[in-house]
C-alpha cells in the first residue's frame, strides 16, 4: 500500500509514481477488504477504497474504468480488479486483484448458503435480506451521484448518462443496443470538447 504522501505525488496521468507501484499483496488486500465491506452492492465500496482511502485512481478515472469495465462481458468488479491489476503487476497482479475479490466472499459464503437453505422461508430472513437490497440500492445511488458530479461542468456527459438512465432503467432496453448507439455518441462528443 501506498504511504499517504505518496497519493499526493501523482504524475500528468494520475499514476502512482513509477518507483512506488503497487504490490501484489496490496492488490490482493484491497480488492479483499472491497469484497469483504460490499454487503449489497460492490461499486460504492470499491469507490470508497480505491479512491478516498487508497488513492489509487481520481474519481474521474474509477468513472471511467467502471464504464469500460461495464462495456465488456463479465461482472464489473472484477473486470475492475483485472484491469487494475495488469496495469500495476501485469498478470500475477490481475491474478491478485481478482483472487483478493472472488476468494474471500466465498469462503465466507459457502456457510451461509447453507444457513440460508434452512431458513430461506422464515419471514424474519425474507425482512432482513430485503432490508439489506434496500440499503445497497441507497449505496449505488450515491455513488452513482459521486461519480456524476465529476461531470457537473459538462452537461453533454450529463445528458449521456441520463439518456442511458432512461433508456435502460425506464424503458428496459437492451444494454447492449443502447451502448451500441450512446458509445459512438459519447465518443465523438468527448473528441470535440477534447478539440
Request: glycine share 10%.
Amino acid at each position: 500500500m501506498e504511504a499517504p504522501e505518496a497519493m499526493d505525488r501523482r504524475d500528468a496521468r494520475g499514476e502512482p509514481p513509477s518507483g512506488r507501484s503497487l504490490t501484489v499483496g496490496a492488490l490482493f488486500l484491497a480488492f479483499a477488504e472491497i469484497s469483504l465491506s460490499s454487503f449489497g452492492g460492490a461499486i460504492a465500496w470499491a469507490r470508497r477504497i480505491l479512491v478516498e482511502r487508497r488513492g489509487w485512481l481520481t474519481d474521474r478515472q474509477f468513472a471511467q474504468l467502471l464504464g469500460l469495465c461495464q462495456a465488456v462481458p463479465g461482472p464489473n468488479l472484477v473486470n475492475l480488479a483485472i484491469f487494475l491489476g495488469t496495469r500495476h503487476r501485469g498478470a500475477p497482479g490481475a491474478v491478485a486483484a481478482c483472487m483478493g475479490f472472488l476468494l474471500p466472499p466465498l469462503v465466507a459464503l459457502l456457510p451461509l448458503g447453507i444457513l440460508y437453505a434452512q431458513g430461506a422461508h422464515v419471514g424474519a430472513v425474507r425482512d432482513g435480506l430485503r432490508g439489506v437490497a434496500i440499503a445497497a440500492a441507497g449505496l449505488l445511488l450515491a455513488s452513482g451521484i459521486k461519480m456524476a458530479l465529476q461531470y457537473r461542468r459538462e452537461p453533454w456527459a450529463l445528458a449521456m448518462g441520463a439518456l442511458a438512465f432512461l433508456a435502460v432503467g425506464v424503458l428496459h432496453w437492451p444494454l447492449l443496443a443502447v451502448m451500441l448507439v450512446l458509445a459512438p455518441c459519447s465518443i465523438a462528443l468527448a473528441w470535440r470538447q477534447a478539440a
